[in-house]
């Protein structure tokens, strides 16, 4: 299985500030066939379902403010909040999809310093 | 709108069974493969099952494997997670999951990508 590892496990960042969240994988995720990594970011809220923020490791989905970023490749990722909101206060989730079972990291508390 | 509405929930017994249901509005429901998700109390994400958009493939955490079983009516636009043997440890929110790739009218390398759709969940509790 591959083991998504996400650091740090929570960060206090001022408002206006960026955060930074980083998502490692115990394995290759980049499939070379179409060379793309099979990762995505998710924001989860208090009390309600996880939300996609990023696919294809730098891939924005429609809606999401482009203060969120994707970058990385391979093994290592990162997701980046440029300018954090009030409402970015969150737990965000790396995800990848290369193989099964799918798998999680285990989630960074963001909060406003 | 996309819409997953999961259902069937419930306090059950250590080594009782139990069948959750997922009805899916808003899309082509057989364009799509289908996740089950579930988030234990107070704790991260775990992927359960998949199964493809035919549901020619499926695939199971290790964690579900032999005591779990996801199936599909595509008739019926539902998605199902049959659950055997249940444990303590299965006790968490149940999300039923949308595939965020189309590979019904694409061809796709693989079966299952990111999720770009999320019910609210059907919370299931194993206790005695």
């Known amino acids: 299985d591959i083991v998504m590892t996400q650091s740090p496990d929570s960060l206090a960042v001022s408002l206006g500030e960026r955060a930074t969240i980083n998502c490692k994988s115990s394995?290759?995720?980049?499939?070379?066939?179409?060379?793309?990594?099979?990762l995505a970011w998710y924001q989860q809220k208090p009390g309600q379902p996880p939300k996609l923020l990023i696919y294809?490791?730098?891939s924005r989905e429609s809606g999401v403010p482009d203060r969120f970023s994707g970058s990385g490749s391979g093994t290592d990722f990162t997701l980046t909040i440029s300018s954090l909101q009030a409402e970015d206060v969150a737990v965000y989730y790396c995800h990848q999809h290369y193989s099964t079972p799918l798998t999680f990291g285990g989630g960074t508390k963001v909060e406003i310093k | 709108e996309v819409q997953l509405v999961e259902s069937g929930g419930g306090l059950v017994q250590p080594g009782r069974s139990l069948r959750l249901s997922c009805e899916a509005s808003g899309f082509t429901f057989d364009d799509y493969a289908m996740h089950w998700v579930r988030q234990a109390p107070g704790k991260g994400l775990e992927w359960v099952s998949g199964i493809s958009w035919n549901s020619g493939n499926t695939g199971y955490a290790d964690s579900a494997k032999g005591r779990f079983t996801i199936s599909r009516d595509n008739a019926k636009n539902s998605l199902y997670l049959q659950m055997n043997s249940l444990r303590v440890e299965d006790t968490a929110l149940y999300y039923c999951?949308?595939?965020?790739?189309?590979?019904?009218?694409?061809?796709?390398?693989?079966?299952?990508?990111?999720?770009?759709?999320w019910g609210k969940g059907t919370t299931v509790t194993v206790s005695s």
């Open positions: 294809w490791a730098s």
């Open positions: 394995q290759n995720v980049l499939y070379s066939f179409n060379n793309k990594n099979y």
């Open positions: 999951a949308k595939d965020g790739i189309n590979c019904r009218s694409t061809s796709c390398y693989d079966y299952y990508h990111y999720v770009d759709a």
